[in-house]
């Protein structure tokens, strides 16, 4: 990241998987995937997939760790051993650890806590294919699984990766663009009143160019919810 | 529900109205992983497992100089059931993970000998990641199967200037056999096999079995709390000697 | 293990160590050797030495992990740093943790567990010399423990290895053969009514073999559990 | 306590009456660590964190054959706070630890070309170890602005014969850049930096921003419970813009 | 340790580091660097500088580990990563495990933990730099934050160590000392009643130096004990 | 039972009736693991020790590219007592470990020079590990006299073609010494040694003194929760010298 690579990223205003610099990559979303869960999902932008588990809300254990007047959440972001070219160790390592806390922090400004005090909702998103992105398709797949698994919540959370190569603004990064961006920022926002639950930048950006970056954002975030609520709304009402 | 599933069974019948040697309906899709050397993501019923094969290279062991190597593991992640815990593996997984290396190592489904790149001293080393994504019950089986399946669509990167040069196939990974494990269990009387969730936690014990192509059988372990009669594992043998040409059938 | 050696294991009808294939190598068995537990044996088969102590039942804690109508066992089998050619590093690895579960549900059907609701029975497996067949020495180990801990016992367990070699059905296999046998099978049985709580087995078997190598297998539990039964008669009704 | 301090703001003014926009009293010591080759003793107020650099040799990244490599860690020493536990890092040390890498590595800060002793082979690589004294808030800031000061002191031991001479400089360690971390927080309308401990656990959402000696941003992290709208974000980075020159003055 | 330098540690009767056989390095004592601590203190020895912080008494969690008619002291004694010449890996190691619970003992005896039933004191050390003595320096730190803390004692803890190096008796080792010593002694006593609570010898003596190593020991703590008592006389009387 | 340890100590006597200079009776047994190089049994009393010693090679330190390694642990295994539990090593066990190791290391029980394959690249490392069978009081005595038997019966396999030859002794491990730890305890004014487990739950402090064959002091620690006069170290040391001659014989 942050490298301005020796290989040219946009050909003929073509990106490497021959996108155009505003292209999302192919979404694919299936609800209900884990049969014991409250709640879940499987979420594909191309070769990058997610799926996501909710339990809960469920009585916290050990109870030295309830609260009384609110409920918590928690999540737990991993990636399959071959998820990734080079394979990754199972367990936790300090990416995953970090990517938990911040997934946490996007998706808890969606939730009424205070409707479940001592409880806690369990969120799992496990990356079993990863293509760049990751973070932000985990937190779609999670939303999706939460509104499934019937938390109480005050909006949903999209989110979506933007990011500068070969000095042109892209969205939804893949793994080859992310490992050789200009800049990469993760952002998450609750789409009815466009709060930012979520915004992580690396790279060399000006001020300005950050504020385009987010708007840039912004409007992908908006159009990637409209599927969510497609599925959403199929699954309520419809077949 | 675990008296309606023992109920139903003492009347000779099945919560999902299966037979007692009837499998679930079952899914395999290979190549499912961009990233892996070789996949299979398998659904038996709605249980759902993926098993990834990564190649990497690696130092032999000094007395297999001129064998590959091969490593199993098995993450029963907290997404996959209200059961499984976060953290490092448990008894289960790592049981469970076993039990797929040894029908793989016992039955020779994998020629280790052509997985050597410079003898003493270089050799591919197979990893099979295992990885729970609903647990709906017979994981082993479905582990096995996706094992296998994952090994057979499995291919050895291109190897060049003492590098892997990733996505770039130069072989299939030289597999030999399809071990198959299938697992019996025992209810009462009644001898079944692929429980559902339900089921397993009325089954008094149960017996796995892996059984290679040539009817010849590679691996077997007893699990459960319960016992068995001697009796029971020839019917449970002849069972999964049954069972096992069927699912074979499926990769 | 599975894997036909090419060195001879049976020569002249004699086994590297000298024994025919029936035989066991020479017994002991010892009992009371862990002052403070409440049962206790030293079992060797050859090299093979295992002690084993016994502690409970004994309440469970954490609270939260007793069963209000049903006692636990719990066990655990490890090896000695210096029991094996190799030195193990201390500490439970994949394989000790696999038997500490096959031992436990090898013991657990010989107990009455709703004797001692919401507490536990411990038992500890220590290897101190590793010749073969070592979870079945930790077995019959165990099992000695237990009846002198005064636990609540349908039966005794006992077990015993059998294996291939040369073609050859073998009993109680050494280090060397349990490295070069051709198949390699753990049974543990309840004597009384030759019910089956462990059966392992590794190797290529066809199935009339498996049969045969079971049947060689109870015939030998049987010899055994005599000698275990000798050892507690004089204990209880004294020397 | 904490309500005071909301009351406060939402007055205008603050628990220590200093203005929205200024930091506590700032004192930097570098040098202070006989035993690292680069150190610095950072106080903002009460908050006080100690950086070292420790220079050691390693193998360079098989795609990066030609650079240094960094490592940066941070202890949540259970002296500083009581919140902090003893133990492996948590998720906050893990954090701090992995913003202040960031910041470092995206600004180009380390010059790692000039961190080569034979290509592909061996390389320095960098251990910048945040040791956390006293938490009376904004760590981050802290932690940031100690590391830089303690790159800025650091020098690259001599080596020879294939081996470390330490407590013998061979020159400085290249460093470019001071990219200074500012953080700034949200209560209500207020924004503010350098938030005591008291601040800090009634504000609604921060962002911590890591800006360049040439006015550009190299890092960026939203943290807190709260949300932020786009247009706070702006007025964020004016503010960081303004405050991290004021700080980088003091390096 | 135990071993005799090549190299000569004492030239012309001066250390490598300019000191008498019997001097102390330059001490610097302060009180209350760490805000939330109930009491705290950072005492350098020269380069070697220990920072400790008390908390408590504080009830301890969980439950089951109060003593219901007594208070337990804990300690944790830790190195930074940067504080010696070859980084070390953060978190505890052999050697800081054993000097943690000699530190406990070190502290125990001063401290009248029936005062503070199911309760605990907990002292944490950190070394920030390392050359020789530690864990004596970070004793008197401890003691120091104690005092500060309030916690009710019956008397200081006051620590130094002392060598052989050369055939010489010398106080205060420094770091290359330590390495090279020919018998290196950490000593502990409660100044008022000479009452020793650490003492931990390396190297080869005869009972006869033994003897006269304590002695010398026991001098330099009454000295450092002085400076000791007259900083919290400035804190609880001065300025 | 504490407190009639305690009361019978105070009349004069002890709850087994030994004299307070006096050890329980000692077994020492030695060669009785096979996989091992060395290896020794002791009891003391109930108490009861097995120290295996395997010899691996590796690498020398930097520092001292001319002698060999040793590592000393402990495992306090659940088995032994009611007291311990699973899991890595707590303090107990490594204090135990590391008092063992140091007793040996100060005393140059072994002689690291002639533990050397090549040079500054390859060398014996001698693996002392301490497997606690029964704790019946006083294991540090126990232990330390187990891993000096352990040692003195040890030998150095065979290395040929850069392998180890196991099974096969090319020559004894070389020891020069056998230092003897002798651990005197104090309850009120009285000192004694060995205790049994009801005695070492009523010992004010005690101290551990490793004494040389040339009845030189080795390494010293005081343990335990009370205090000591400078006087009581006087009269322990005398003691742990005519005691450690005692034990010394027996090896």
Redesign the interface.
């Known amino acids: 990241m942050g490298k301005k690579s020796d290989v040219q990223l946009i050909v003929d205003g073509k990106r490497t998987d021959g996108r155009a610099p505003e292209d999302v990559r192919p979404i694919s979303m299936r609800l209900d995937v884990v049969s014991r869960a409250n709640g879940s999902a499987e979420v594909s932008f191309g070769k990058t997939t997610a799926v996501a588990a909710v339990y809960g809300p469920r009585t916290l254990f050990p109870r030295f760790m309830q609260e009384s007047d609110t409920g918590i959440i928690r999540t737990r972001y991993n990636m399959a051993p071959f998820s990734v070219v080079d394979r990754k160790s199972p367990g936790p390592d300090r990416r995953s650890t970090e990517i938990s806390k911040v997934v946490r922090l996007a998706l808890e400004p969606s939730i009424f806590l205070e409707d479940f005090p001592k409880a806690t909702i369990d969120v799992y998103v496990e990356i079993i294919q990863a293509d760049g992105s990751t973070r932000v398709t985990g937190i779609n797949a999670a939303s999706l699984a939460l509104v499934a698994a019937g938390a109480p919540m005050k909006d949903m959370v999209t989110a979506v990766s933007v990011g500068k190569i070969d000095d042109t603004l892209i969205v939804d990064l893949n793994g080859t663009e992310d490992q050789n961006s200009q800049s990469d920022v993760a952002v998450a926002i609750m789409p009815r009143t466009d709060r930012i639950t979520l915004l992580q930048m690396d790279g060399v950006l000006t001020k300005d160019e950050v504020m385009t970056v987010l708007s840039f954002a912004k409007e992908n975030c908006h159009k990637i919810n409209e599927q969510q609520k497609k599925l959403l709304l199929e699954k309520y009402t419809g077949e | 529900m675990e008296n309606y599933a023992l109920e139903l069974i003492q009347k000779g019948t099945r919560i999902d109205e299966r037979k007692f040697d009837q499998y679930r309906n079952i899914e395999i899709k290979t190549g ?5 050397e070789g ?1 299979a993501r398998v659904r038996i019923g ?1 249980t ?1 497992v ?1 098993v ?3 190649m ?1 290279t690696g130092t032999p062991f ?1 007395d297999m100089p001129n064998d590959g190597t091969m490593m199993v ?1 098995a ?1 029963f ?6 059961d499984f815990e ?1 953290g ?2 448990g ?2 997984a ?2 469970l ?2 039990l797929v290396d ?1 029908s793989l ?4 489904c994998i020629d280790f000998s052509k997985l050597v790149i410079t003898p003493g001293v270089k050799v591919w080393s197979v ?1 099979i ?1 295992i ?1 729970i ?4 019950g017979n994981l082993l089986d479905a582990a096995g199967l996706a094992a296998v399946a994952a090994l057979w669509n499995a291919y050895i990167p291109k190897y060049e200037n003492e ?1 892997i040069v ?2 770039e196939p130069a072989g299939k990974l030289p597999i030999s056999f399809k071990p198959i494990t299938i697992t019996v269990g025992k209810v009462g009387n009644t001898l079944l096999v692929d429980p559902v969730l339900e089921e397993e936690s009325i089954i008094d014990a149960k ?1 796995s079995i892996a059984i ?1 192509d040539d ?16 009796s ?3 019917k449970m ?2 069972i999964a ?1 049954k069972k096992s040409e069927e699912l074979r059938g499926l990769i």
């Not at chain 2, 992640?77 to 209200?82: E, G, M, Q």
């Not at chain 2, 010849?216 to 699990?223: H, L, R, S, V």
């Open positions: 499912v992983i961009g990233p892996a996949s709605d759902e993926i990834g094969v990564k990497n000094s593991s993450e992640t907290p997404l996959a059931s209200p976060s490092p593996p008894e289960d790592i049981e993970a076993r040894r190592r016992e039955s020779k990893y990641d990885h994504i609903n647990h709906q590098k990733r996505g017996m290679r009817g010849k059988i590679c691996a077997m372990q007893k699990q459960g709390h319960g016992t068995l009669e001697f029971d594992v020839d043998i002849d000697l």
